[in-house]
């Protein structure tokens, strides 16, 4: 297995006032699969994705990706791990504004020794005639997979995406799903996607519903949905 979680607890807060946010977390993602991680707003999942990601400390549980345990890491080595495993697609885009597209990927290609090749990546993401524009010259759309070359660039095992199509629209949000799935089936690259679109789940090969700090329910979809066929985004 690719990412076992399992026992994990997160709280926040002092001894007079803490809030248990993640209770017990137990989930597990196979390589090459996009999972789909779905709950209400404080339901914990961006806090389960956050940990995984190395970007919460953790305080109770385990955290394996690819056999290795995450959780005790010092700062430095969480920020290897982050280097070596990850890459990270935010509702904001985070894009520095002073640099072009091109730009923007490139700052991101120097932190590991493989990348893609920058010029087909853009290509890929239909960037070309906009790697030369500065983020506030884009669409919504095009800040967005400005932001997901940015973060296969270093050719990450493991994408962590918080509500990447939140900020879009539906015509949009399809188009960023599409191509998700393309990099996933072109890379074999693993996904974890938070998200509040129940449309979403009917595209990935895995389904982890999160409520109160809890995984309530887990499945391997059968019967996925191509992104281009999917309704109600």
Do not use: W
């Not at 994990?8 to 248990?20: I, R």
């Not at 893609?116 to 906009?130: C, S, V, Y």
């Amino acid at each position: 297995m690719y990412l076992e979680v399992k026992g994990l607890k997160k709280k926040y807060g002092n001894s007079s006032n803490t809030v248990q946010v993640l209770k017990g977390i137990e989930l597990s993602v196979q390589k090459g699969q996009m999972c789909v991680i779905q709950g209400t707003s404080g339901s914990g999942k961006s806090t389960l994705l956050n940990c995984i990601g190395g970007l919460e400390t953790i305080d109770e549980g385990s955290v394996k990706v690819s056999g290795k345990e995450i959780f005790g890491l010092s700062p430095s080595a969480l920020s290897d791990y982050r280097r070596d495993n990850l890459g990270f697609i935010f509702q904001f885009y985070n894009l520095v504004p002073n640099l072009t597209v091109r730009e923007n990927i490139k700052v991101c290609e120097y932190l590991t020794s493989s990348p893609l090749d920058i010029d087909e990546l853009i290509k890929t993401l239909g960037l070309t005639e906009h790697q030369n524009k500065f983020p506030s010259q884009l669409s919504g759309g095009q800040q967005q997979r400005c932001a997901i070359a940015r973060a296969l660039i270093k050719n990450p095992k493991l994408l962590l995406c918080d509500e990447p199509t939140g900020a879009l629209d539906s015509a949009t949000s399809r188009d960023i799903l599409i191509l998700l799935e393309e990099i996933n089936a072109k890379y074999g690259t693993t996904m974890l996607i938070v998200t509040h679109n129940n449309s979403i789940k009917d595209m990935v090969h895995k389904v982890v519903f999160v409520k109160d700090g809890l995984v309530v329910k887990q499945y391997e979809n059968k019967t996925r949905v191509p992104a281009a066929e999917l309704e109600d985004l």
